[in-house]
């Protein structure tokens, strides 16, 4: 099968539309609240993608077409038979795997009101993006030599929670398989991310 040139880089980034990625668990450099950024992040980023964040058991998946979404692999069927979208269950079909990632696409019996539309430039690397996840609070500090690295896991909530990041570059893998690529630090954003594990 041929892959288009940036349809890794997509899903790399998950779904970029107009640049959001769902994630497991989004840790905040700027806060450890367990409220911070628990609701849609509102008119500073207008295209972020929370609406179509849907509920897969104790994660999130996201809706790419009418009768589709995509999820980690790892995670399994992590929703058994039903997924969630702005209050709506949906009945899950069959699950599509991607042997060569840790992607999934799931398809539904009923059909989406909305789903992420594909990011349609090849111009990801400066741009910003909203990571959207749902898993865990911030846990203790973890520092090595008197250097602040980040945070452990804390308690796991199951709260969707939203925070800042952006590319800083694409390489190309395979051929017509290209990566996005983007660090975990704060990088002057005022709702940098640390880290995410989707």
Excluded: C
Aim: a negative charge; proline letters at 7%; zero cysteines.
């Amino acid at each position: 099968m041929v892959r288009s040139p940036r349809l890794l880089a997509l899903f790399a980034a998950l779904f970029l539309t107009a640049n959001f990625s769902p994630a497991q668990g989004v840790i905040l450099y700027r806060t450890g609240d367990p409220g911070a950024n628990n609701t849609a992040p509102g008119p500073l980023f207008p295209h972020e993608g929370w609406d179509y964040q849907g509920s897969w058991g104790g994660f999130l998946g996201t809706p790419i077409a009418p009768h589709f979404f995509i999820s980690a692999a790892h995670i399994g069927q992590a929703g058994g038979t039903t997924f969630t979208l702005q209050n709506v269950n949906y009945t899950v079909l069959r699950g599509f795997y991607d042997p060569q990632s840790d992607l999934v696409i799931w398809q539904v019996a009923q059909t989406f009101p909305v789903f992420a539309p594909l990011y349609p430039r090849q111009d990801q690397v400066g741009q910003g993006t909203v990571d959207i996840g749902r898993g865990t609070q911030r846990g203790a500090p973890y520092s090595l030599s008197n250097q602040l690295l980040g945070w452990l896991w804390g308690p796991a909530d199951g709260v969707k929670r939203w925070g800042e990041n952006s590319f800083s570059n694409a390489f190309q893998y395979q051929t017509n398989w290209d990566l996005l690529y983007a660090t975990f630090d704060q990088s002057g954003l005022m709702e940098g991310v640390h880290s995410f594990e989707w």
